[in-house]
């Protein structure tokens, strides 16, 4: 969730920031880490953000930005050429404002921090680190890269999603047309013998009853329970709520724990490839670590501040895999411990996509048996009494 705040500087000068935290508390944390005070915090509605003009899109900016420095542009001339090409207001805005900052003589970590609703705290690590040793192409290139690799994986888990969605709503759909339209017009018709019906389709007939007699209740009732559902959804305590009951199921609970450590090891090893400290470097990734795992984390890095070994803080506190164990290890005997992070990052990525490509495989087929056989048992139970008629027919 998306907070604007006002506060006040080192300089005792007011600033204007849009920060992105899970609720207030995180928020005014992320504040504090930037030595700001606070002077106005409200979380920014979701209707005012979709009516704002799009802002600048960070992986197509550093992109761009590695392009021209390798044409031979200093950094002042390739950031006022995408400036001056740019056709968003605002994101020319953001970038005049870079280059203002730039002019003052401020860097281009600093210049970029003042916008983090647009420059993530990892970019603005990424590039400060950078300009430490003088290689800022070198880390927008890491950046794009897991700018990249991070949208892969995203995308893997939406396509995985898209199908099996279809299914779900149009068995639903079909399901709330059986249900609300055709089984009231049957009840009105066997309303005379549904004595001599059996349970399940005289349970079936009453609730046709109930709809065709208070059919704007149900309405009513309906959309404010799909309402509250979606409110309740948008909420981060439940969110959480949700995503610890899900990591109590074995099989899901693996692949969640999966999905952190590659995001985890991505993030830390990025900044430690460009020059950031380990432990900084893990305070910085604290954000992406789930939030059942936070308190194994904040106690990992406790354990590498004061001198353990970081791939035996993280075994120790559940926070690796048999095979990240070993290859972490490998990496700190080697000094490669950034490169080595991001191979088990991609690891743990190959094995989650292999995981959704079986779970996909296997759930549209069960998904369409489930559906066809509730629209069946429907269909069977409204057409009873037809079949009893028939035999006494006979």
Same mark, same amino acid.
């Given at each position: 969730?998306?907070?604007?705040?006002? @506060?006040?500087?080192?300089?005792?000068?007011?600033?204007?920031?849009?920060?992105?935290?899970?609720?207030? $508390?995180?928020?005014?944390?992320?504040? *504090?880490?930037?030595?700001?005070?606070?002077?106005?915090?409200?979380?920014?509605?979701?209707?005012?953000?979709?009516?704002?003009?799009?802002?600048?899109?960070?992986?197509?900016?550093?992109?761009?930005?590695?392009?021209?420095?390798? @044409?031979?542009?200093?950094?002042?001339?390739?950031?006022? *050429?995408?400036?001056?090409?740019?056709?968003?207001?605002?994101?020319?805005?953001?970038?005049?404002?870079?280059?203002?900052?730039?002019?003052?003589?401020?860097?281009?970590? *600093?210049?970029? *921090?003042?916008?983090?609703?647009?420059?993530?705290?990892?970019?603005?690590?990424?590039?400060?680190?950078?300009?430490?040793?003088?290689?800022?192409?070198?880390?927008?290139?890491?950046?794009?890269?897991?700018?990249?690799?991070?949208?892969?994986?995203?995308?893997?888990?939406?396509?995985?999603?898209?199908?099996?969605?279809?299914?779900?709503?149009?068995?639903?759909?079909?399901?709330?047309?059986?249900?609300?339209?055709?089984?009231?017009?049957?009840?009105?018709?066997?309303?005379?013998?549904?004595?001599?019906?059996?349970? $399940?389709?005289?349970?079936?007939?009453?609730?046709?009853?109930? =709809?065709?007699?208070?059919?704007?209740?149900?309405?009513?009732?309906?959309?404010?329970?799909?309402?509250?559902?979606?409110?309740?959804?948008?909420? +981060?305590?439940?969110?959480?709520? =949700?995503?610890?009951?899900?990591?109590?199921?074995?099989?899901?609970?693996?692949?969640?724990?999966?999905?952190?450590? @590659?995001?985890?090891?991505?993030?830390?090893?990025?900044?430690?490839?460009?020059?950031? +400290?380990?432990?900084?470097?893990?305070?910085?990734?604290?954000?992406?670590?789930?939030?059942?795992?936070?308190?194994?984390?904040?106690?990992?890095?406790?354990?590498?501040?004061?001198?353990?070994?970081?791939?035996?803080?993280?075994?120790?506190?559940?926070?690796?895999?048999?095979?990240?164990?070993?290859?972490?290890?490998?990496?700190?005997?080697?000094?490669?411990?950034?490169?080595?992070?991001?191979?088990?990052?991609?690891?743990?990525?190959?094995?989650?996509?292999?995981?959704?490509?079986?779970?996909?495989?296997?759930?549209?087929?069960?998904?369409?048996?489930?559906?066809?056989?509730?629209?069946?048992?429907?269909?069977?139970?409204?057409?009873?009494? =037809?079949?009893?008629?028939?035999?006494? =027919?006979?």
């Amino acid at each position: 969730m998306e907070y604007r705040v006002k @506060a006040l500087n080192g300089s005792s000068s007011v600033v204007a920031y849009v920060v992105d935290a899970a609720d207030e $508390a995180d928020a005014r944390r992320q504040l *504090a880490l930037r030595e700001l005070r606070v002077i106005s915090l409200e979380p920014v509605r979701r209707l005012r953000r979709l009516l704002q003009s799009p802002q600048l899109q960070v992986a197509v900016f550093s992109q761009q930005l590695v392009s021209l420095l390798d @044409a031979g542009l200093s950094l002042v001339e390739a950031l006022e *050429a995408l400036a001056q090409k740019e056709s968003s207001a605002g994101t020319k805005r953001i970038l005049d404002q870079i280059l203002v900052r730039l002019f003052e003589g401020q860097t281009l970590a *600093a210049a970029v *921090a003042e916008h983090p609703a647009t420059f993530p705290d990892l970019y603005v690590a990424s590039v400060r680190a950078s300009e430490k040793t003088g290689a800022l192409r070198e880390a927008l290139t890491r950046y794009i890269a897991y700018q990249q690799q991070a949208d892969s994986l995203r995308k893997t888990l939406v396509n995985a999603c898209i199908y099996p969605s279809v299914l779900l709503v149009a068995g639903l759909l079909v399901t709330l047309f059986l249900m609300g339209y055709v089984v009231p017009r049957f009840s009105s018709i066997y309303e005379d013998v549904g004595s001599n019906l059996p349970f $399940a389709s005289r349970l079936l007939l009453e609730w046709g009853q109930l =709809i065709d007699a208070h059919a704007g209740l149900v309405v009513v009732g309906a959309l404010a329970a799909l309402g509250g559902a979606g409110y309740g959804l948008l909420r +981060p305590g439940v969110r959480a709520t =949700i995503g610890a009951w899900l990591a109590r199921i074995p099989a899901i609970g693996r692949q969640l724990h999966l999905y952190q450590l @590659a995001r985890l090891y991505r993030t830390t090893g990025m900044l430690i490839r460009g020059g950031m +400290p380990a432990v900084p470097a893990m305070r910085m990734s604290a954000g992406v670590v789930l939030a059942g795992s936070r308190a194994a984390f904040a106690s990992a890095t406790r354990a590498v501040t004061e001198g353990q070994s970081m791939a035996e803080a993280l075994e120790r506190n559940g926070l690796t895999t048999p095979v990240a164990a070993r290859m972490l290890r490998v990496g700190e005997r080697s000094g490669n411990m950034g490169e080595m992070m991001e191979r088990v990052a991609d690891f743990c990525d190959e094995e989650l996509a292999r995981w959704v490509a079986v779970v996909t495989r296997l759930i549209e087929p069960v998904l369409m048996i489930v559906i066809g056989l509730v629209i069946g048992l429907i269909v069977v139970l409204m057409y009873f009494p =037809i079949f009893q008629l028939a035999g006494s =027919i006979q």
